[in-house]
């Protein structure tokens, strides 16, 4: 790959001030944090294979149902609405409260402290599919067997990398927010409240430890993995595959079938077009759930300076009408 610049619209930049400590995790990634890494990533993995056969054989009760869609829909939200649109890319301003509940949200979902996950995030834009990127899946070339070692890498491998995105260089701004720094560092405990959670709700609903077992199976280890893959199905798969129809400087594209699942951030060809929108799914018929509800925030009063984008900004953007992959009409807001 070969380096690509780029510039985040309206990123925050970093300070001559000194800025406070680290937070939750350095640059560099301990042994103690890869093995933990592996277990949190194989035991719910093994749980969500376990769960095929065991609804196939027993089924699956409509409280632990209802635990596991009501816990992956909060973390899902929080890492599109809080961790990327808003935290990242500042799509959008958030009155306090609400700007403290998606980092917490966000934090239920699993997938690393606030600071961090946007840290690399951001480096993932400036260097997106080029020399750079955490986790670009064509890092080993364009043949069929590099490919899938990227793909591997840009699901999975590359967490387990110990060189870690410098924080204070890519996101300074959250790190000068006590508040934010204060929830970053807290993550295990928010991970903690996560896995807990279902089965507290489950014991207490039946008044039973199976009820409370069953609940942490579907509602804690099912949820957690079926979130993290559809997350890092972002990275892997809708950088490899996809319809394009708008331009940007790397191979990310649309991919229909996760648009529900993944909150609305599948239509990922328009994201890399135009970094700041708030809204991703912007043709016809492209569900966003993400953008949905931060328009009914917007109307609450708790989201404000909202990055909606017009129909002539999305159309600037378009691809060359002999280039383009996917055709359809624009839905601004």
Known sequence: MTASPDVLEDAPKAQDTPLPSATLGGDSKRSVEQITLGLFIAVPFLALVAAVPLTWGWGVSWLDLGLLVAMYYIGCHGITIGFHRHFTHGAFKAKRPLRIALAIMGSLAVEGPVVRWVADHRKHHKFSDAEGDPHSPWRYGETVPALLKGLWWAHVG???????TPQHKYAPDLIKDPVIRRVSRQFVLWTVVSLLFPPLVGGLVTWSWQGALTAFFWGSLVRVALLHHVTWSINSICHAVGKRPFKSR????????????????????LHH????????????GQLDSSARLIRWFEK????YDVRWPSAGRID?????????????????A
């Not at 077009?273 to 912007?282: K, L």
């Not at 600037?316 to 601004?332: K, M, T, V």
């Open 250 to 269: 790397d191979r990310s594209g649309n991919v229909w079938w996760l648009a529900v699942l993944s909150c609305g951030e599948s239509w990922h060809n």
């Open 300 to 303: 609450a009063g708790w989201a």
């Open 273 to 284: 077009a135009d970094p700041t929108s708030a809204r991703h799914g912007v043709l016809r």
């Open 316 to 332: 600037s953007r378009r691809a060359p009408r002999g280039n383009r992959e996917d055709e359809g009409a624009a839905h601004p």
């Open 158 to 164: 590359w967490m387990f990398d110990e060189e870690q």
